[in-house]
């Protein structure tokens, strides 16, 4: 958890989930599906033991990563937006009734019991030995019925729990589709938490690299009819900047080849302007004309010069865009770095988060003050400086917090649907 926010797990939790519970199911059912193919890639590279075979394997991880992050854009707008709302529906059934245990056998127990084979000269000869059968018979039959009469009232309980969590299930599913109802009516409407919520859900389903940690929150203004985003973006210094592995001299461990500071830094910059474009692509898709004419980013990461509280981000990038302008934009052909200058986006000089610049849109425009940082790259503008960060403001938290709650909520994400506050957001 992050210095200075001040609340335990569960109250934070709570925080987190200031979202509708259809957007709480998306995005815990996005983390978990991240988390289960690093779990898949990390397995995979636990069974090499030859240095040479992981060094290819861990090089390929590294080319893919590069790869995925150089066509971020590109790759989502292949996709294109995969948020409709009959997606957002659980209609998955409940699994069928299946018992486990085998029916008991007479047979197996008749072997059990020591019941000879019936021998019809040896019992004419002898008929103590027809005797001895029949009383083995006899015994092995009452054990027989004893343990069907068990195998049939296990049954009988068991799908009687069964019948009932079944209910309980359908009584869930029930209450998050309605809430996924009411979203969505409450979405054709325009009222402000529905937008916001289903923006958010759009942005979950935009197409991100497993290693990096992006978060998105949002605004919406109804009477400018704009959408603002507010993006946590992964830090500077970790995005991995690896291009490949090799031997180590000694054979003994395999190195890493990485971009130098120059190569690195022309590469996180087309990354978060990749990003920015990606989500106002994605919010102009999802949301109709009649809801929103203009889209504005910020992309906020945490200010390394101070301490790590809500208080502490800064904004390196911020743009604005109306409908028409970027549908003109050819956001295929044009680089990422003359798009945002299109929009009159802005950059901060250092994008490590030393520096911060004044979102062009933000919901509460703050004071001029006396600090003063240096702007430079995307834009000719400068002398921009940005708003005083508010705890509230920005929903959005570090990616510890988000997998400390994770299994929590997704244990409890359906139990909640018939106690939640019916107020979307």
Known sequence: MNKGIGKNSATEMEKIADETLPETYIR???????????????QEKDCFVDLKELAEFETEQAQAFVKECRNLLRTNLAIGVRTDWASLYNDKPYPPFVYKSHAPRYNQISKEKGVPQKNFLS???????????????????????LKVGQHEADQKAKRAVYEKDKEAYV??????????????????????????????????????PDLLNVYFDTIYQPQEKQLIVD??????????????????????????TIMTDQEY????????RQIALTAINSAFIAIPTRHLKKVGFNGWVDNDKIDDTLESKACIITCQANRDSFAGLDLLKLPSLDSIRKLGGLMAGSVSGTETIRPIV???????????RQQTADSPEGGRQTPQYKPGEFRITTTELVDEVMDQIEKNLLFTAGKKDETLH
């Open 265 to 272: 830094d022309a590469f996180y910059r087309d990354l978060i």
């Open 171 to 208: 009584a869930r599913q029930s209450a998050y589709n309605s809430r996924v109802e009411a979203l969505q009516l409450d979405f054709e409407k325009g009222h402000p938490g529905a937008v916001e919520s289903y923006a958010r859900i759009t942005l979950l389903g935009t197409k991100m």
């Open 231 to 256: 993006c946590l973006l992964p830090s500077y210094y970790d995005v991995p900047r690896v291009l490949n592995y090799r031997h180590s001299k000694d054979g003994r461990a395999i190195e890493p």
């Open 28 to 42: 815990t059912q996005t983390l978990l599906s991240r988390r289960k193919r690093l779990e898949k890639i990390q």
């Open 123 to 145: 019992e004419l000869l002898f008929p103590s030995t027809k005797k001895v059968r029949l009383e083995k018979e006899k015994e092995a039959k009452a054990t027989y019925n």
């Open 362 to 372: 933000s919901y509460e425009p703050a004071p001029e003050t006396k600090a003063t």
